[in-house]
Nanobody, 121 residues
Framework: QVRLVESGGGLVQAGGSLRLSCSASGSIFSINAVEWHRQAPGKQRELVARTTSGGTTNYADSSVKGRFTISRDDAKNTVYLQMNSLKAEDTAVYYC??????????????WGQGTQVIVSS
């Protein structure tokens, strides 16, 4: 059984930094696409950033470009979202979404449980 565990959220002052982690465990042989999404109060979930196994990275939200960095450590089955210069509008629940190669199943998509980020102004 595959499990994703997110960590790293919390309360931070505007201008501060946080690093979110998403660790996958189970019968995994590859991490394919990696996405980070967020859902602010009263809003729909939105894509923040995406990176592929080939190294192509896109930041879907222009407001995070230059401030957020998505990365991955395939040896640890862990992906990260480094968030710098945080703003109040970054307040949201952040979710990782991983497309994983699973022994016996092929490729399958999984969501993390979400981690709350609160930025105080």
């Amino acid at each position: 059984q595959v499990r994703l565990v997110e960590s790293g959220g919390g309360l931070v002052q505007a201008g501060g930094s946080l690093r979110l982690s998403c660790s996958a465990s189970g019968s995994i042989f590859s991490i394919n696409a990696v996405e980070w999404h967020r859902q602010a109060p009263g809003k729909q979930r939105e894509l923040v950033a995406r990176t592929t196994s080939g190294g192509t990275t896109n930041y879907a939200d222009s407001s995070v470009k230059g401030r957020f960095t998505i990365s991955r450590d395939d040896a640890k089955n862990t992906v990260y979202l480094q968030m710098n210069s945080l703003k109040a509008e970054d307040t949201a629940v952040y979710y990782c979404n991983l497309n994983l190669g699973i022994y016996g199943l092929g490729s399958k998509e999984y969501w993390g449980q979400g981690t709350q980020v609160i930025v105080s102004s």
